[in-house]
């Protein structure tokens, strides 16, 4: 059953460092997210993204936050200047329609 | 605005017995799309149901069921038989676009062996 995928499992780095966060959505899907988790707490929504372009985004998504699909198969989340309070659990998810289908998440360590 | 509550933060139960896990969802928008997503140890989110605002007929899948009404903005979960394997975080959802999903708190629920 074809799944979407995420790398790195884990990711650390310091504080003000930029990370890139990648993802491989199924591959028949022309809608793809970005949420995330803080630990404890609830699934938050950062992005859509849907025809090469972002669809809608939330207020957490501000100018330090960017997407990118490169290629036809990778959808990337692009943190500039990390801070501590970015750390969390990050999901990609991607959908054909309405089911969004999730990640198994990269969990963001800042320090 | 668009909002779900799971006012249940924890349960416990016994292996068998059965569970009903509650969300209570707000929004003003007449189309709508109630999710339940379960979230295990290991931190993935799955997908078990979607339900659509103009259809109100239950569902039953196995030993998941699923209790919709709109009369209450309620989307109720029922585990019947509960089994260790059961054992997970449960969020219910909320979206009517079906881009931005609203995400309750979520239930944890453990089931004793």
């Known amino acids: 059953e074809p799944e979407v995928t995420q790398t790195p499992s884990h990711q650390v780095t310091q504080m003000g460092q930029e990370v890139i966060l990648r993802c491989v959505p199924i591959s028949n899907h022309l809608y793809f997210y970005w949420y995330r988790q803080i630990l404890g707490q609830k699934v938050e929504f950062l992005v859509s993204?849907?025809?090469?372009?972002?669809?809608?985004k939330s207020e957490i998504f501000d100018d330090q936050f960017s997407v990118e699909r490169p290629d036809g198969s990778n959808f990337t989340l692009k943190i500039r200047s990390t801070k501590l309070e970015d750390s969390a659990m990050y999901f990609c998810?991607?959908?054909?329609?309405?089911?969004?289908?999730f990640g198994p998440g990269t969990r963001l360590t800042v320090t | 605005a668009q909002k779900v509550t799971q006012a249940q933060t924890e349960i416990s139960v016994v292996e068998k017995e059965d569970v009903t896990l509650d969300c209570v969802y707000e929004?003003?928008?007449?189309?709508?799309?109630l999710f339940w997503y379960k979230q295990p140890p290991s931190g993935e989110l799955v997908f078990l149901i979607r339900?659509?605002?103009?259809?109100?007929q239950n569902e039953i899948s196995g030993r998941y069921s699923w209790n919709f009404q709109k009369s209450t903005s309620s989307f109720n979960f029922t585990i019947t038989a509960s089994q260790v394997v059961d054992s997970a975080v449960y969020f219910c959802?909320?979206?009517?676009?079906?881009?931005?999903?609203?995400f309750g708190t979520g239930t944890s629920l453990t089931v004793i062996p």
């Open positions: 339900r659509n605002s103009f259809d109100e």
């Open positions: 929004t003003r928008d007449t189309t709508y799309y």
């Open positions: 959802a909320l979206s009517n676009t079906g881009n931005q999903f609203y």
């Open positions: 998810a991607s959908s054909e329609g309405l089911n969004k289908y």
């Open positions: 993204f849907y025809n090469n372009e972002i669809s809608e």
